[in-house]
């Protein structure tokens, strides 16, 4: 398996993470997202260098020291699963593309709760 690229990871709560999975996978497509243990977040691969300009409150993106790992079945963050897994079609989500999925979602959850 040929080495991952180089990635950020971009941490969210799981309700809203949940929510722009379902938008990206219906939209444009999704890479990676990993769930922790506990279930309360889900972090997204994001390519490398997000981390430097990221600014969605509510959220947090991290550089990782991951570059070059290769994913196999074991996710590259301990304690945390495959939410979608690694495919080759989307190696890292785009983040113009989260932000904005991120903001729907958001929205979305105001205007259920507010029901």
Known sequence: ????PDWDLVTVPSRQGLEAV???RLRTGVGPVL??????????????GTAGCWDLP???CTRTDGRGTRFA????VA??????PPRGSHPVTDPVLLRMALGEAAR????????
């Open 1 to 4: 398996m040929p080495p991952a």
């Open 22 to 24: 379902d938008i990206l």
């Open 35 to 48: 769930h922790d243990t506990s279930g309360d977040t889900l972090g997204f691969l994001v390519p490398a």
């Open 58 to 60: 509510g959220s947090a």
């Open 73 to 76: 079945d074991e996710p590259p």
């Open 79 to 84: 304690g945390t699963g495959w939410l979608v």
């Open 108 to 115: 979305t959850i105001e205007a259920a709760d507010g029901l």
